[in-house]
Structure formats: structure tokens, C-alpha cells
């Protein structure tokens, strides 16, 4: 497990990740010590984020070992598409027993190996650690070592157990292992002065195959698409790259950075998401092309696809652009999403009233801002009752937003819209763009919306009246009872990560007179975790004059006296 | 009589089986005001959560004590005490119920002891029932959890009655096992109200699971059986127990309470249903409702129509022990021949299934023996298999994640018998081949003909 500590220890000092370059030296020496709110935490953990990054790789066989909870519960839930194999929706676990894990699952491991390659013979196999088989001691890295040389095919392993950390930290790890053990592996049957990996695209729904004929009709080959739609050859010769586009902001910044460290590969972060970014994209990867040798008329081929393709996009939207104007949007996910769609949407004339910023990063949030203007409303944490109520407000008149939270948007009966992983519709490019726009449309102006509101015959109130006199009754309530409101505003949790309420972080500033943001954390743990909360501790240090005026007159004071 | 065999593969392909503490999370599910919760690291309880998403479509209250590496090491108290306090702060259940996982259990945490711990620590959450079941991911299926859930809440939350008690004449209640859904858990108390009876169902998701509009936001179970109707289950007159996983429940129900029960080990086909309604009469006193006679008569008469379709079909069918029994012994009595019997788990049942061989393995053991078949009937993740091997694809059992109405199919009853024969005598219909020009072709003109001029009649 040394190796494994080391591993995360490295993640954890990746310098092309920009949240934990915004670490001092001990939080980032911390790593992932970050203990998750028992109780109060959602999410998948290392080892789904590990098997989501590389299990779109179509034709290696992908081997979970650990009991039949970590596969079995999990399998075949993703949507990538394959141009080739299918072999990566064939499930494979050892579905270790009691008896394993008394006397170890390392033979029964090896003998996976061996049923999987003699059944089914794949270029590769990748091999997933879980907890209880690291928990017991079984070494993966050996077993594959071992079965790889008794087979003479490549075993991978894969070291992310569950129980290290978060899904990103998983989506990390798992590039680790392909860097250690498969980038640079094999070599291409031949390259050209065109070649670019994708890194951080998994081909959800089909995808890449909307921005793909773009780059064919530019002579532009992608030589490994990492990991959506990726053969293990690709992947394997992936280091003869050119250049490369980070997709995905979080998840694959190690492959990116080192890639460019080890193989000499300038790499960009950008987005298929939107026109705009479409082009902006397109023309990175040929101005990277061309410092890298290739002939420059290589841009000029570029701006005249984007011109023409950029036309043919907004005359599809053109339709829908009246029947959208002013109609507005609540935007509810995470990641490279939240930033790359608000550009989206703002193309097709509609107004973004909000967007989690749940999982995005600093960065990701500084694009949210700059694109937004400095008033956008970030919802961190949203409760159903205050979802329903913006819906509610006329402030929106769709949400967008992840497969979870459906369910509260799809109750309060408001028009919504699959953006994430499990949606089914693809919108990525110039024609996703236009499909996502005529989603939207048609789901505004579904009919049913008017259906599902009407009161039942026997029904005194709409079950909207009875949230919206509670809501009222609420507020009305708060405004009566100053010390209830003040109650309810130190009750509110702050720091998801460590379970910090405000009014514990509000004792701390009086108590100890802190007055920076690195004080707060120290002394109550706030914003230790993922950090997403830091605006909020300087936002609540900031305002001191509204949540403790006496104090601060009585500074004032003091301070005019000496 | 069946030949019960374990696969001797190292490597299980195309998982069956889903892990015990599911069962168990679902059990919890069926109780009002109830938040489940998975002592483990995170990921056991998102793949679960994710799961029950995709079939049910509805929001899934279960949380998870988020055991990192260091507190797997060094043992899950405080994680479990934390996960009890921010519960009972945010989301203020009536009950927590709590299932261990692999990872739990291999480091051998003693949440009993725990339990006990923070109920002296905490006499502030003395309101909220906690209830533990030990539910290693390594042991057992599904329906196991289930069932050891349900069992473990009999035990501890329904109330001691001497076995004299008074009893109350038109109160029964039911012990569903996994294999039920919403749907037959609403149709069997409709059966039951024919008859003026009362069904206390433990554990409902009828309540909470069946899809419906609720009135208000709730971070908890949407509905269920409430923690007071299960501590007066002991007044009821008798138990039915649906389902062979359910045996242990209701004998602990008879144990703590008196209350005799009646074990039925399906609720499809006629004579199971004739049985059923037959001690309903028996218990409420009354006539068998007009509403329930035509209901049978409308099933004879689907079995009369169907069988045309159902003889001589081979079937592979892959489920649970008691999902398996029930199909099997239904779909033999309509005149079908099962070929393929793969479960997930241990069961007496297996050995009188009506098959040659019952088989403890996964869909590519399966798949193996539903080649040739007509119908090929297990949960969603067949359908890669069906794709494959050409053949039609009837979804039942959890997880349904690729079509609607997953809570709403209804097996139980002469009703839902019907509609069961409906809709697959439909799909042996829609899978008919139509004749072609060749289909009688002489045998020169091609290698195929005689099974296809059999086939064709």
C-alpha cells in the first residue's frame, strides 16, 4: 500500500491542477486525509471514479476484484458508444466469498486472468482494486505482474480502492496507472503531422462522433480519444501525439500535464460545448498543430470550416432563438458542465439564472463568473423546498440538470433537461448545440406541463398553494422573530466537507478577532475540504457589520478612543 | 426435481447477483419516515443508490457513514455516531436503519456495540429507532438481505403479545418478500379489502416506492408501514408470508406475538391463488367477493387461450431463489419447459425447481443455456444476451433500469397471473416468423429446411 500512498501523495501534488496549486505546502501534504461527512455525503467513490475514466477503453476486458457489491450493483451503466468492441460492456469480477477473504483472493484473481484471456482474448486486461481485497493484502500489482508474463499479454492494474477518496481522486489514479503501465507501450503503424489525443472525453451518447467528421474534413486524425471510443493499441501508441485537448477540467489534468512532461505534447483546456467554444477549440488545435510543423494553411482550412459550420448552426437555431428569447434557465450541475453550458445557452438568446457549483473547481467558477458578470447566483446547495421555490418565482422556466436531482424538478411539475452522464441525447459540436437547443424547445412547450398542474376536482388547494403558504408562513415567521432568523442563519452549513455550520465559524471570528480566511479554516476547519466554500468564509468576514453590528461599532470605538 | 450446482468459474461474468445490503436498504425503504443508511465507504452506497435511481425513478433517501482508509483501519465508531447525528439533525427520521458492508465486516466492526455506545451517549436521539443488520457484500444475494432486514425489524420493533391475546378478526398482516413490487404488494391488499381485511404490510413500498406525486418534499422514505403500525402487528389474526426467503420472519412473528402464519411460497398461477383465497374466505368469514370470481374465471380463460402459445416453449430464465420458483412453477404449468435455471443464492427451493439443473452463477452461464431458447426472462442486464443470441426479452426482477413501469408489474393474484400470460403469450406472438417464398423450399435449394418447415408447421 506504500506505493498506492505515494501515488495519491503525487495526485495530490499534481501541479497542473489548479486547486491544489491554490494549497499551501501543509494542505496539500494532508492529501486526502479530508474525512467525508459521515451521514451527509453523496457521491461515488475512488474506485467508481477510477473504472468510469478508463472503462470507456471498448475492447480491453475490465476486471473488478472485490465482492459482488463494487460490480454487481454497478455494471453496464454508462452510456459511451463504441465504433468497435463491445467487450467493455461485458462485465468481469471475481466476486470474492468469505473464504476469500479469510485466505486471500490473490489465486482466485489469477485465475480470472486466465478464464478472462482464454474465453474471450482481449488486447488487454485492466484490473480494478476494491477495499476489502485491499484491506486483506491482495497485491494486485504482483498477480498482474505475474499473469502479464505468464500470458504474454499486458494485465493492468488498477490501484483505487474505494475507500482513498472521491471520484475525482479515482478519475487521477486510474491515469496514473495508464501512464505507468500503457502510454508509450506500443507504436502507431504510422503518424502524421495531423495527430492530437483527446484526453478527458468518453464519448457519452456518442459524442465525440458530432465533433469528429469536423476534424476528419481538416485531415486531423485523433490518435487516442482518452478514454471514450479508445482501442488499447490507441491508447498504448496515444505518446506519438502531436498535441492534445483536455476535455474534461478535473478528471484527466495528470495525463494532460505529464504527457506533455514525458512525450513532449503541448496540451489546452477547451470545450465542445457551445458554438463558440467549438471554434475557439478547433482553432487551438490547429494553431498547436502548426507550432508542432504542420503547414500552416492548416489554419486558413479551420476559420473557413468554422465560418461555414458556425452559419449552418445559428440558421438552425434561428427557429428556435424567438421562441426561446427571455425565457430562463436554472442550471443545476457540476464540472466542466457548469461553465461550458452557460456559454451554450446564452448563444440561443436564453438567461441563466443560476448553476450549482457543487463539483466545479476555482477555475471552473471563475469562467462561470466571467461569462456570467459578477451577479451570477451560484447555488452551492440547493434544498428541494428552495429549488421549488426559485422554479416557483418565475425565475425559471426550465432546469437543467444532472440525473439526481430530476426527480425534485420532475415533482414540483417544472420542464427539465438531462445534462449529465446518463443523459441519452448527444450535444456536443455545432449539431449538438442545435439539439440541445430544440430539447429545451420542445420541452417548454410540451403541453403536459398544463396537464400535470391542474388541480384534482377534490382538492381544496394545488399542492404548489400548500408549499407556497408554507414557504410564506416560513418567511413570514423568520421576519417576526429576529432571533429565529438569526438561529436560522447560523444553522446553515457552510463547509459541506467538514460539517461546518456558520454560526460555529461566525464564534470563531469574535471570539478569536480573525480577520483572514486562512484564520477561519485553522481555527474551525472550513473550507479544508474541497476548498468551494473559501468566497463564502471571506464573504461572511466581509459582512461582520451586518451579522454582528454591535461588535464592530464597539471596534470602531475602541479604536477612535486610542 | 432439479440438480443444484455452484459455478466452478474463478470469474463471474455479466453479474446476476446484486449484494446483500441493497435487500437490506430496500427493506428500510418500505418504512415510513425511514433513512437507510450503509456502514462502508462511500461507493457502496452511491452504486446502490444509483441502482435503485435507475429502476424505481425517484429520488433514493440512503446515506452512507463514508468510511475513509485511516477509519477502515481503526474502526467505524465515530463514523457511525457522526452519520447518526447529522441524520437525526438534517433529515430528523423516525428510523435509521443501518447495513454493514464488506468492507465493515471484513475489519470485523462491532455495530451492535456501537449501537449501544451512542444510545448511551445520545439520550437526545432516544426518539429515533436504530436498527442494525449485518449484511456483508461478500455473503449471500439480494434476497437475503432482504430478508434478514425484515426479520431483524420483526424482532425489534414489533411489540410482545402473549399468545392469548385479543386478537383483532379483520387485521392480517403480510410479509412480502423482495421479489414483490408495489404493484403486487397495492393488488394483494386490494384482494384483501374484497374481504373487509386490513393488510399491514412490512415492508410496504407500496407506500414509498410505487411513483407517485407526494404532497410534500421529504428527505426520507416517501411512505410505508409507520413504526407504530409495526409495533401492533402482534394484534393482528393472522400472517401471510409471500415467499420462501420469509419463512424466518414470520416464524419470528409467531414467536414474539402468537399470531399463527401461512407461508405462501408463490402468488402466481391458479391453484396458489385459489388456495389463498380460499383461507381469506376462511379468516374474514364473508363470501368470495363477485369482483374476485370473475377475476378467476377471466384467468381460466387466459390459460385457456394461452396455452396454445406457451406449450412446448423452452425458456431460460435467470432471478432470484423465490423470483425463480415463482416464474418456473408458473410458466411449466402453462405447458413451457425450462431450460435454463440460473439464481443467485441458496435457497430449499432449488432442488424442486422444474428443471434439470438450477445453477448458482451469472448471465454468462445463462447465456450459455438460453441458446435455442424462445424467451429469456431475467433483469435488465439480459438484454445484451437477448441482442446477442437473437431471442425475445421479458424484463422482470430488480434492477429494471431500461424501461418504465419497473414498481407497477404486477405477477400476484388471478389479475396479475393474467396479465402475465398476456403479455408474454404476446411476445411469443410478435416473435412468430411469417412464411416466406423459400419456407417450404425442396431441400436442394437450401440446407435449412426442415427445421424451418418445422418451425413453420
Known amino acids: ?562 | 426435481m432439479a440438480t443444484v450446482t455452484t459455478s466452478k468459474k474463478s470469474c463471474t461474468v455479466n453479474p446476476l447477483k446484486m449484494s446483500q445490503p441493497i435487500g437490506s436498504a430496500l427493506a428500510f425503504m418500505g418504512v415510513k419516515n425511514c433513512m437507510p443508511l450503509f456502514h462502508g465507504s462511500q461507493g457502496c452506497t452511491s452504486f446502490g443508490l444509483v441502482l435503485f435511481v435507475r429502476h424505481f425513478k425517484e429520488a433514493i433517501p440512503l446515506q452512507t457513514t463514508a468510511m475513509s482508509e485511516v477509519a477502515t483501519v481503526l474502526g467505524g465508531f465515530e463514523n457511525v455516531e457522526q452519520a447518526i447525528i447529522t441524520i437525526a439533525k438534517r433529515q430528523k427520521p423516525s428510523i435509521i436503519g443501518i447495513s454493514s458492508t464488506g468492507v465493515t465486516e471484513t475489519k470485523g466492526d462491532d455495530v451492535e456495540g456501537y449501537l449501544k455506545l451512542v444510545r448511551d451517549r445520545h439520550p437526545e436521539l432516544d426518539h429515533i429507532a436504530l436498527v442494525y443488520v449485518s449484511t456483508p457484500d461478500f455473503k449471500d444475494a439480494f434476497q437475503d438481505g432482504w430478508a434478514k432486514t425484515v426479520t431483524r425489524m420483526v424482532d425489534q420493533l414489533v411489540t410482545e403479545t402473549p399468545a392469548d391475546a385479543p386478537r383483532e378478526r379483520d387485521r392480517i398482516n403480510v410479509l412480502p418478500g423482495a421479489h414483490l413490487t408495489p404493484g403486487d404488494i397495492d393488488e394483494l391488499r386490494d384482494i384483501l379489502e374484497g374481504f373487509g381485511l386490513e393488510a399491514v404490510v412490512l415492508p410496504d413500498l407500496s407506500g414509498s416506492l410505487d411513483g407517485h406525486v407526494p404532497d410534500d418534499f421529504t428527505p426520507t422514505t416517501l411512505g410505508g408501514i409507520s413504526l407504530d403500525e409495526i409495533a401492533a402487528m402482534g394484534s393482528a389474526c393472522h400472517t401471510l408470508a409471500i415467499g420462501e426467503q420469509m419463512q424466518p420472519a414470520a416464524e419470528a412473528m409467531e414467536q414474539r406475538t402468537g399470531v399463527p402464519f401461512t407461508l405462501f411460497d408463490r402468488l402466481t398461477g391458479l391453484e396458489v391463488n385459489d388456495r389463498l383465497i380460499a383461507l381469506l374466505a376462511e379468516l374474514s368469514g364473508r363470501p368470495v367477493p363477485n369482483k374476485i370470481k370473475r377475476q378467476r374465471s377471466q384467468l381460466v380463460d387466459a390459460m385457456l387461450d394461452g396455452h396454445f402459445h406457451f406449450g412446448g416453449k423452452k425458456i431460460a430464465i435467470g432471478a432470484e431463489p423465490d423470483l425463480l420458483w415463482t416464474l418456473s412453477q408458473w410458466i411449466t404449468e402453462m405447458g413451457s419447459e425450462v431450460v435454463g435455471a440460473v439464481t443467485t443464492t441458496a435457497s430449499p427451493l432449488l432442488e424442486q425447481v422444474p428443471a434439470a439443473e438450477v445453477l448458482i452463477g451469472d448471465l454468462e452461464d445463462l447465456e450459455a443455456r438460453a441458446r435455442g431458447c424462445d424467451l429469456l426472462m431475467t433483469h435488465s442486464h439480459g438484454r445484451q444476451a437477448a441482442e446477442r443470441l437473437a431471442i425475445p426479452f421479458y424484463r422482470i426482477g430488480i434492477p429494471m433500469f431500461d424501461r418504465l413501469g419497473a414498481a407497477h408489474q404486477t405477477i400476484v393474484g388471478y389479475r396479475g397471473t393474467r396479465n402475465l400470460i398476456f403479455e408474454i403469450a404476446n411476445m411469443f406472438m410478435a416473435d412468430g416468423h411469417e412464411p416466406q417464398p423459400d419456407t417450404w423450399a425442396l431441400p436442394e435449394n437450401t440446407e435449412h429446411v426442415g427445421e424451418t418447415a418445422l418451425a413453420a408447421g
Not at chain 1, 465482492?67 to 471475481?94: H, Q, V
Not at chain 1, 504510422?190 to 489525443?197: E, G, K
Not at chain 1, 503541448?266 to 478547433?282: C, K, N, Q, R, V
Not at chain 1, 464564534?507 to 466554500?533: F, H, K, N, P, W
Request: charged letters at 25%; aromatic letters at 6%.
Open chain 1, 1 to 562: 500500500m506504500s506505493s498506492l500512498s505515494s501515488k495519491v501523495q503525487e495526485v495530490f501534488n499534481e501541479p497542473g491542477c489548479g486547486k491544489n496549486q491554490g494549497k499551501s505546502e501543509k494542505e496539500r501534504k494532508k492529501g486526502c486525509t479530508k474525512q467525508l461527512q459521515p451521514g451527509g455525503a453523496a457521491g461515488g467513490c475512488a474506485f467508481d471514479g477510477a473504472k468510469i475514466a478508463l472503462q470507456p477503453v471498448t475492447d480491453v476486458a475490465h476486471l473488478v476484484h472485490g465482492p459482488i457489491a463494487c460490480e454487481g450493483n454497478s455494471w453496464d451503466n454508462r452510456g459511451s458508444k463504441s465504433s468497435g468492441s463491445n467487450l467493455w460492456r461485458t462485465s468481469f469480477t471475481t466476486d470474492i466469498n468469505e473464504t476469500d477473504v479469510v485466505f486471500g483472493g490473490e489465486k482466485r484473481l489469477y485465475k480470472s486472468v486466465k478464464e478472462i484471456i482464454d474465453k474471450y482474448d482481449p488486447p488487454a486486461v485492466f484490473v480494478y482494486q476494491t477495499c476489502v481485497p485491499a484491506m486483506i493484502g491482495d497485491d494486485i500489482e504482483a498477480v498482474c505482474k505475474a499473469a502479464s508474463k505468464k500470458f504474454g499479454k499486458p494485465v493492468i492494474p488498477i490501484n483505487s480502492p474505494g475507500f482513498v477518496g472521491p471520484k475525482n481522486l479515482g478519475n487521477k489514479l486510474a491515469g496514473e496507472a495508464i501512464l505507468d503501465h500503457v502510454i508509450g507501450t506500443e507504436e502507431p503503424e504510422y503518424t502524421t503531422p495531423y495527430d492530437i489525443n483527446i484526453i478527458g472525453e468518453y464519448n457519452l451518447s456518442g459524442e465525440l462522433w458530432q465533433v469528429k467528421p469536423l476534424l476528419d474534413e481538416l485531415g486531423i486524425r485523433i490518435l487516442c480519444c482518452i478514454s471514450g471510443d479508445a482501442k488499447y493499441h490507441d491508447l498504448a501508441s496515444s505518446h506519438r501525439a502531436k498535441a492534445a485537448m483536455m476535455v474534461c477540467s478535473k478528471s484527466m489534468i495528470n495525463i494532460a500535464r505529464k504527457m506533455e512532461e514525458r512525450y513532449d505534447i503541448p496540451f489546452f483546456e477547451g470545450s465542445f460545448y457551445g458554438i463558440e467554444d467549438t471554434s475557439e477549440a478547433l482553432r487551438e488545435i490547429a494553431r498547436l498543430l502548426i507550432e508542432r510543423g504542420a503547414p500552416a494553411e492548416l489554419m486558413d482550412r479551420t476559420d473557413a470550416l468554422i465560418a461555414r459550420e458556425e452559419a449552418r448552426a445559428w440558421a438552425g437555431i434561428e427557429h428556435y432563438k424567438q421562441r426561446l428569447a427571455g425565457k430562463k434557465v436554472l442550471l443545476i450541475t457540476g464540472g466542466v458542465k457548469s461553465w461550458s453550458v452557460v456559454a451554450a445557452l446564452q448563444e440561443a438568446g436564453l438567461e441563466v439564472v443560476g448553476t450549482s457549483v457543487k463539483k466545479s473547481t476555482k477555475e471552473d467558477k471563475e469562467r462561470i463568473k466571467e461569462i456570467m458578470g459578477e451577479d451570477a447566483h451560484m447555488i452551492d446547495d440547493m434544498s428541494p423546498r428552495e429549488m421549488y421555490k426559485l422554479l416557483k418565482d418565475a425565475k425559471a422556466d426550465i432546469m437543467l440538470s444532472g440525473g439526481r436531482s430530476q426527480f425534485i424538478a420532475l415533482k414540483a411539475k417544472m420542464p427539465w433537461l438531462d445534462i449529465n452522464q446518463e443523459r441519452h441525447h448527444a450535444y456536443m459540436g455545432y449539431v449538438g448545440m442545435v439539439a440541445l437547443v430544440k430539447e429545451i424547445d420542445k420541452a417548454l412547450s410540451n403541453p403536459v406541463w398544463q396537464q400535470v398542474r391542474l388541480r384534482a376536482p377534490w382538492e381544496e388547494q394545488t399542492w404548489e398553494e400548500v408549499a407556497d403558504a408554507a414557504i410564506a408562513a416560513e418567511a413570514a415567521a423568520l421576519a417576526a422573530d429576529p432571533a429565529r432568523k438569526a438561529e436560522k442563519r447560523r444553522a446553515t452549513t457552510v463547509c459541506q466537507c467538514a460539517g461546518v455550520a456558520r454560526g460555529t465559524i461566525e464564534d470563531a471570528i469574535v471570539a478569536g478577532g480573525l480577520t483572514t480566511v486562512e484564520a477561519v479554516s485553522e481555527q474551525t476547519q472550513a473550507g479544508t475540504g474541497c476548498g468551494s466554500c473559501i468566497g463564502k468564509l471571506d464573504k461572511i468576514l466581509q459582512t461582520q457589520d451586518h451579522w454582528n453590528p454591535e461588535a464592530v461599532a464597539a471596534a470602531a470605538q475602541s479604536q477612535q478612543a486610542a
